[in-house]
């Protein structure tokens, strides 16, 4: 990094409490932490703003109660080791918040970059287990002796330094597992990838990724969970425009994306629906009704998985597929019963482990009722829009009345509320997503983004905190499958 000017540099101290203090020409700087990762962090970073004010990198030594880390830290937080032996070198994982070394655990690495400069060699003791309670005027010995039996006789007495049977079936019962989970409260976890953090790792300086992430690697989890059977989304508000398709195949596309494929986006709708406008198109015009004609195959034992290609359009982009209404023409050329929803709906659970169903706005029609009464998660979609915000509101009125299976839905429904407005003040936003809070199990609000207005949909094209909501969305949904049927 340079050759440090600085000979006496600057001190720091970390304490066992995880507090510090930071020495800077002999004025000490209280640093109130709680935990020597913290500490770390706000000594380079106190570092670097010495180092920016001198345009110089600086050097720093930081006592530790395991030892002493001389560093240099310039003004953009990078860090070295500044090794006695030879130029400085990128600072070990202990000086900047990560794991302990590997020679803290028994391992090997190299000395110069991970031994503190006051630490001794640390002795390599074999692992030997004792008997914790030998026979009476005995010694300790091994668990197990090469002359004993492997298994005494139950009746048998067990000599000096033997153990009984009954003994050993206690230690047995009493035996922790040697297997452990992949992720334990010694950090052991993928390090960060973002902000200073995942830079710090860039650097080679392995850290724990802060809240944030871990939030979002959270509801990556939860969207790429697969449940046992199929699992039915409904995609509901009566009023049109209310951002119903863009949530269905958003919501369709996150699941893809973070879960795999065995996604179907179904525009259940008599009318004019637009799922088809807005995804892409396959190598054909197939669509719910060439699907119903073709049902009797679909079901049957001599269908295979890729049958059913012939009548969904996949999105190459976002790995899920869409099974489009008929939009150009008119709905009385092409109705559909609550019996042809039933159907379609077999075959969608045969092939398909995911269905997220865009629906219409007349919500007296039997295929809409039939597609509730299909549905395992129910997500209200609305945008800022006042008349958007009360027709979702009136619709879980209406369906807190209409039997139990859909008050449960109504309970326990997500709300994603769409800012289509790019202008819409932050407190008209507010009301309408503290509204459905006290309505829905839980609400996301995602941001107005131009990629969503009009065209095709891709989850790729969208801005990264777009990308974010969404993928909160569908974790809130995802949530709700636990225990489903």
Not at 28 to 35: G, K, L, S, V
Not at 134 to 139: E, I, R, V
Not at 350 to 370: A, F, K, T
Request: a negative charge.
């Amino acid at each position: 990094m340079r050759d440090s000017s600085n000979d006496d540099g600057l001190h720091a101290t970390i304490h066992p409490d995880g507090s510090a203090v930071l020495v800077i020409d002999e004025t000490p700087r209280e640093i109130a932490t709680t935990h020597a990762e913290d500490a770390r962090r706000e000594i380079v970073r106190l570092t670097a703003e010495i180092a920016r004010q001198l345009d110089a990198p600086t050097r720093v030594i930081v006592t530790e109660p395991d030892g002493q880390w001389p560093l240099v830290v310039d003004g953009d937080e990078r860090v070295e080791y500044d090794s006695p032996d030879g130029p400085p070198r990128p600072v070990p994982a202990t000086a900047a918040g990560g794991p302990r070394p590997a020679s803290a655990l028994g391992g090997t690495t190299d000395e110069s970059l991970t031994r503190p400069q006051s630490s001794a060699d640390a002795a390599t003791r074999p692992m030997t287990v004792i008997d914790p309670a030998p026979a009476a005027g005995g010694s300790a010995s091994p668990v197990a002796s090469a002359a004993s039996p492997a298994h005494p006789a139950a009746d048998a007495e067990p000599t000096a330094g033997q153990v009984s049977a009954h003994e050993f079936d206690n230690r047995r019962s009493q035996r922790e597992t040697f297997l452990t989970n992949d992720r334990d409260d010694d950090g052991r976890e993928d390090p960060a990838t973002r902000g200073f953090r995942g830079a710090m790792t860039r650097m080679g300086i392995r850290m724990a990724p802060g809240a944030d992430e871990r939030a979002e690697r959270a509801d990556q989890l939860a969207v790429a969970q697969h449940w046992p059977g199929p699992r039915t989304i409904a995609v509901v508000n009566g009023k049109g425009g209310s951002g119903k398709t863009p949530t269905t195949i958003l919501v369709g596309a996150a699941f893809a994306r973070f879960g795999g494929a065995g996604v179907l986006a179904w525009d259940n709708n008599q009318t004019r629906g637009t799922l088809g406008w807005r995804t892409e198109q396959g190598p054909h015009d197939g669509t719910l009704h060439d699907m119903l004609e073709a049902s009797e195959h679909l079901l049957s034992n001599d269908a295979q998985a890729a049958d059913v290609a012939n009548f969904v359009h996949h999105q190459r982009q976002d790995r899920f597929d869409v099974l489009r209404s008929q939009p150009i023409a008119l709905a009385s050329e092409q109705r559909v019963s609550a019996e042809d929803v039933d159907r379609i709906h077999s075959i969608a659970a045969r092939y398909y482990r995911l269905i997220v169903m865009d629906s219409g706005n007349d919500e007296s029609d039997p295929l809409w009722q039939r597609m509730i009464d299909r549905t395992d998660q129910l997500v209200v979609a609305t945008t800022t829009r006042d008349e958007h915000a009360e027709a979702g509101a009136l619709l879980l009125d209406a369906l807190a009345e209409r039997d139990e299976h859909s008050a449960q839905l109504a309970a326990n429904a997500v709300t994603v509320v769409s800012q289509a407005d790019q202008k819409a003040p932050a407190n008209e936003v507010r009301r309408v997503v503290d509204g459905y809070r006290r309505l829905t199990r839980d609400v996301v609000q995602v941001p107005f983004d131009p990629a969503m207005i009009d065209g095709h949909l891709h989850f790729s094209a969208l801005r990264p905190a777009t990308q974010r909501a969404w993928l909160a969305a569908s974790a809130a949904i995802a949530r709700g499958f636990t225990g489903s049927a």
